[in-house]
């Protein structure tokens, strides 16, 4: 397979909005800083899609509503979308550099090649006198899946889980990018859980990291492109996708979420939440809390006992 780099040189108040373009047009998630092309630029903004037939139709979008950011007051610093071919064999190991363990809440997120931090390493003194609560470590090799602990709508999820699993809770991650939700959440003490993505490639890299992480017994992932593939309800489900499927997937979602189990969504521009709002209130859903990071909201819902 043979990917291309896609990259825009963005203001810094664009950088959400450009991400957000990149990911919805198919790319698995963004590198934002220097990249495969060398640029040093801090605001260049770049994403990664597969040479398949359906390449020219989005590159033909996300220059078309790259263009129109400065309409809507995001200025950039040059509204050129470059595009570098990537060898595979580059794509192999290049990304590696850009993904570092990041620290959310207990949850440490790291790739497989990567120590601990020593900063995030406990002292055997704490350990043995329980006077701190154990960190979770997650170890994630992403590959082309979204979902590598460092956007923002994942860091709002991976805050809410912390919060919200207590011990013994069946769990649906829709979009599941690689496997990340997943994992964090039966290593939090939930039950079991199941990983859902329309991207055959995503399904690879999540069932790579499930496995590598030992939980296989616990963990499955399945490719769908609807949550109505998921056998039963759950009580937590996660949805960290984009708002327009959220809107179009809002019934399923509800009717897969248990009598007072939560669901969290994320992947959310400010100006489409009312629209999330809106279809999750229509389908049954009570809206109890919002967490925001700049321009990216998560909603967490709970179905009425």
């Known amino acids: 397979m043979k990917w291309v780099e896609v990259a825009i040189q963005a203001g810094e108040a664009a950088i959400d909005a450009v991400s957000n373009i990149l990911i ?25 899609l597969p040479v398949d037939d359906r390449l020219e139709t989005r590159l033909l979008n996300i220059r078309e509503r790259v263009r129109l950011l400065p309409g809507y007051g995001l200025p950039l610093d040059s509204d050129e979308v470059t595009i570098t071919p990537v ?6 190991t290049a990304w590696k550099k850009h ?3 990041v620290r959310i809440g207990r949850i440490i997120v790291k ?17 043995c ?32 889980l912390q919060e919200i699993v207590r011990g013994s809770e069946t769990v649906l991650d829709v979009g599941t990018g690689s496997g990340l939700l997943a994992i964090a959440a039966v290593k939090l003490g939930a039950h079991s859980a199941v990983g859902l993505d329309i991207d055959s490639v995503a399904v690879e890299v999540a069932e790579e990291n499930v496995r590598q992480a030992g939980l296989s017994e616990a963990i499955t992932i399945e490719r769908a492109d609807s949550p109505s593939a998921f056998d ?25 979420l248990a009598a007072g189990g939560k669901l969290v969504a994320s992947g959310i521009v400010t100006e489409r939440a009312d629209q999330v709002r809106d279809a999750f209130r229509a389908a049954g859903l009570a809206i ?6 700049g321009e990216w909201v998560a909603l967490v819902c709970e179905r009425a006992a």
């Open 24 to 48: 919805e047009e198919g790319c698995g998630g963004t590198v934002i800083g220097p990249t495969l092309s060398r640029s040093s630029a801090a605001n260049r903004v770049a994403g990664y």
């Open 87 to 92: 060898a595979d064999e580059e794509w192999a």
């Open 99 to 101: 993904f570092k363990p």
């Open 111 to 127: 790739p497989s090649w990567e120590p601990v931090p020593a900063e995030d390493a406990p002292s055997t003194s704490s350990v």
């Open 129 to 160: 006198s329980g006077s701190i609560t154990p960190d979770v470590v997650v170890d994630i090799d992403p590959g082309m899946a979204f979902g590598t602990g460092y956007h923002p709508t994942t860091q709002l999820c991976l805050q809410v």
């Open 232 to 256: 039963g309800q759950a009580d937590i489900v996660f949805a960290n996708i984009i708002a327009k499927v959220l809107v179009e997937m809002a019934d399923a979602l509800a009717e897969k």
């Open 288 to 293: 109890v809390d919002e967490r925001t990071d």
